[in-house]
Nanobody, 115 residues
Framework: QVQLVESGGGLVQPGGSLRLSCAASGSIFSVATVGWYRQAPGKQRELVATITRAGDTNYADSVKGRFTISRDNAKNTVYLQMDSLNPEDTAVYYC?????????WGQGTQVTVSS
């Protein structure tokens, strides 16, 4: 299993930026596909971005050009740089790690975009 801890959430004004971090325990993390998901109140959890062990990335259409996912395997950490935030980005953001039968989630970090 992989234990994941998200950080970096908070309150930001529209147009602002935040960088989320997902710190992981376990050597499996470096070979896992890691993703950021989010869940807004009353809505289903949705994919934001993923990054494979090779560094290939995938983004939801709603965040393309604004969010950037990256990973530092030496630090067992994946980042989500979020720019040009708008109120529709308000949600709890979760980190996920997948590798064969492993499918682990962090506890989430709240991101609120409001003036």
């Amino acid at each position: 299993q992989v234990q994941l801890v998200e950080s970096g959430g908070g309150l930001v004004q529209p147009g602002g930026s935040l960088r989320l971090s997902c710190a992981a325990s376990g050597s499996i993390f470096s070979v896992a596909t890691v993703g950021w998901y989010r869940q807004a109140p009353g809505k289903q959890r949705e994919l934001v971005a993923t990054i494979t062990r090779a560094g290939d990335t995938n983004y939801a259409d709603s965040v393309k050009g604004r969010f950037t996912i990256s990973r530092d395997n030496a630090k067992n950490t994946v980042y989500l740089q979020m720019d040009s935030l708008n109120p529709e980005d308000t949600a709890v953001y979760y980190c996920n790690a997948r590798f064969f039968s492993i499918n682990d989630w962090g506890q989430g970090t709240q991101v609120t975009v409001s003036s």
